[in-house]
């Protein structure tokens, strides 16, 4: 059930899968001609937040999408990165978000709040929101470079990581060797750092003024899970996409 169009995958298949994807949600073709209501951006791992009232030109660039306009969906395209729905009941507003650690890095749900609020008044203590299946703490390493770029942004940028020292089969089976042919210093492991991806989107969501009980988040890590879901970690970059929707009925 691939919905992005990807290398490994032909352009019918997709198109093919999108239209039982809608399908089952209960949403027929419409809008020009027999174009899909179904709104994608160009994703760049971006801050770039759009508010939208019809299906635009294709090609149009950004991670986030917001839109009061019934009967469009806005999509969001994963296999990894999360996938962030935000619903404001009130004012029947809804909003996407494409949220890697780049964007996370950059505050996209924490601006997307704001768009929000600036867009159609919203009040963040009115808003739900969902973040989707991506990959989780358990299995997100990445280098120390990202580390210091959460750090130098949040306040509590630390409190988003931990370290494991790497496992070494020889040294686990000879540890008298490595503790007397080194000097000393030099025998540590090097460590994998581990970011949790969803903690730091919660962190921000609940500073914008959402509320914590009104967050959820997916309990499935998609490198953990590659029978059920894509994950371009976990699949060495051959594999397919999921897609998060959000819209508001006519």
């Known amino acids: 059930m691939n919905l992005g169009f990807t290398r490994e995958d032909s352009r019918r298949a997709v198109e093919k899968n999108r239209d039982a994807f809608l399908q089952e949600l209960g949403v027929n073709r419409k809008g020009r001609g027999s174009e899909r209501p179904l709104i994608i951006l160009r994703q760049v791992h971006s801050d770039l937040i759009h508010c939208v009232s019809e ?11 917001i839109t009061r306009t019934p009967g469009l969906l806005l999509a969001i395209l994963t296999a990894d990165c999360l996938p962030i729905i935000l619903v404001d009941t009130k004012r029947r507003t809804v909003a996407v978000f494409h949220a890697g650690w780049r964007g996370t890095v950059k505050r996209i749900v924490e601006k997307g709040v704001g768009e929000m609020q600036r867009c159609f008044g919203t009040r963040p203590r ?12 358990c299995c997100y390493t990445v280098g120390r470079e990202v580390r210091t770029q959460f750090e130098s942004q949040f306040e509590y940028g630390g409190k988003l990581f ?13 540890p008298l060797l ?18 949790d991806l969803v903690e730091a989107n919660r962190r921000q ?15 499935l890590c ?20 999921m897609m998060a929707v959000a819209g508001i009925r006519g």
């Open 162 to 174: 931990r370290e494991v020292e790497e496992s070494d089969p020889v040294r686990e089976k000879y």
């Open 222 to 241: 998609t490198s953990c899970r590659t029978d059920l879901l894509f994950s371009h970690r976990a699949e060495k970059g051959v594999t397919g996409r």
């Open 55 to 65: 299906v635009p030109e294709p090609g149009l660039t950004g991670d986030g999408l």
């Open 178 to 195: 490595f503790l007397t042919a080194r000097a000393p210093g030099h025998s540590e492991l090097p460590k994998k750092i581990f970011l």
């Open 205 to 219: 969501l609940i500073a914008a003024g959402v509320m914590t009980k009104n967050i959820s988040a997916s309990p």
């Open 126 to 137: 009115d808003l739900r929101a969902a973040i989707g299946p991506g990959v989780h703490s």
